[in-house]
């Protein structure tokens, strides 16, 4: 079993960075490829970003390329999105999730095994 908890949200002016964090607690964190995705109210979750196992790929919805950064350091079972030149629609529920059975598509939220709790990044312009 995989606990996800993931920090750093808060308010930001449009322009402006956040760096959120997801630490793991289970034994599984290093062999796990992990995501990031995104909710906004009335909204599905959506797609943000992904990390192989490795670290050796990385993922991101055409939205958020070339702002967002994932990253992850096995060594401390956390992984990490750097978010910069945040815009308002960038506001929602931002949730890590791990996916420990390899092979299935990294895009998709139903292809991951375990989920954090979320927490909420608002963009005010």
């Known amino acids: 079993q995989e606990r996800l908890v993931e920090s750093g949200g808060g308010s930001v002016q449009t322009g402006g960075s956040v760096r959120l964090s997801c630490a793991a607690s289970g034994r599984t964190f290093s062999s796990s490829s992990m995501g990031w995705f995104r909710q906004a109210p009335g909204k599905e979750r959506e797609f943000v970003a992904a990390?192989?196992?490795?670290?050796?790929?990385?993922y991101y919805a055409d939205s958020v390329k070339g702002r967002f950064t994932i990253s992850r350091d096995n060594a401390k079972n956390t992984v990490f999105l750097q978010m910069n030149s945040l815009k308002p629609e960038d506001t929602a529920g931002y949730y890590c999730?791990?996916?420990?059975?390899?092979?299935?598509?990294?895009?998709?939220?139903?292809?991951?095994?375990?989920w954090g709790q979320g927490t909420q990044v608002t963009v005010s312009s």
């Open positions: 990390i192989t196992w490795s670290g050796d790929y990385t």
């Open positions: 999730a791990a996916q420990y059975y390899h092979g299935r598509s990294l895009y998709y939220s139903t292809n991951y095994d375990y």
